[in-house]
């Protein structure tokens, strides 16, 4: 079966613009969780959806925000960018439940906010 | 809250030689899910096992093996006869079976397997 897809792998923004990013799950998986990866930081987790409703949120601002459609895939958004933004984004695809059926992962979109 | 910590940041092996990862979580819940990952320069992270709190049994899986004891809260894992396309960076997560299906990760461990 598919993969987790990620849209687009590599992006360039300028500072103060705003970015989506678009995640399509494993087929039948409803929760679809996304994370930040910087050198300084490491793997830090933003939010999950779930049956498009947001379940968990991370300790990230405002600026952050996503959504989830009916076919489950998933946008994330981040308004007013800042050089610290950037980043790998990963969003990883699950069942749902309570962690015990695992996360596939997709291949990131790299964001450098210039 | 949950925390994970690998303590080697970067590991240097010959080829063949064996690599162990020490990984030491916390956490307050009696059920929750370990895990490794492995991302090589690509970017993607490449689930490579998962164990959950109430299985301490330790399996080896091809060249993998992994070593849980949840008396010293430890999920070490080994490579056997390392290879250079081990040559990643290795992540081990927890997930509580508390409803909130988030994972935390270590730090990471940069593995280097010299031909």
């Known amino acids: 079966k598919a993969g987790v897809t990620q849209t687009p792998r590599y992006l360039i923004k300028t500072r103060g613009q705003q970015v989506t990013l678009s995640c399509s799950p494993i087929?039948?998986?409803?929760?679809v969780s996304w994370y930040q990866q910087t050198p300084g930081q490491g793997l830090q987790f933003l939010f999950e959806?779930?049956?498009?409703?947001?379940?968990n949120k991370g300790n990230f601002p405002g600026r952050f925000s996503g959504r989830q459609f009916s076919n489950s895939r998933s946008e994330m958004n981040v308004s007013t960018l800042e050089l610290g933004d950037s980043a790998l984004y990963l969003c990883a695809s699950s069942l749902g439940g309570q962690g015990g059926h695992g996360y596939t992962f997709g291949s990131g979109t790299r964001l450098t906010v210039v | 809250a949950q925390k994970v910590t690998q303590a080697q940041t970067e590991i240097s092996v010959v080829e063949k030689e064996d690599v162990t990862l020490d990984c030491v979580y916390e956490t307050r819940d009696t059920t929750y899910y370990l895990f490794w990952y492995k991302q090589p320069p690509s970017g993607e992270l490449v689930f490579l096992i998962r164990?959950?709190?109430?299985?301490?049994q330790n399996e080896i899986s091809g060249r993998y093996s992994w070593n849980f004891q949840k008396s010293t809260s430890s999920f070490n894992f080994t490579i056997t006869a390392s290879q250079v396309v081990d040559s990643a960076v290795y992540f081990c997560?927890?997930?509580?079976?508390?409803?909130?299906?988030?994972?935390?990760f270590g730090k990471g461990n940069q593995v280097v397997v010299i031909p």
């Open positions: 997560a927890l997930s509580e079976a508390d409803g909130n299906n988030r994972l935390a």
């Open positions: 164990r959950n709190s109430f299985d301490e």
């Open positions: 087929s039948g998986h409803r929760s």
């Open positions: 959806y779930f049956s498009e409703t947001q379940r």
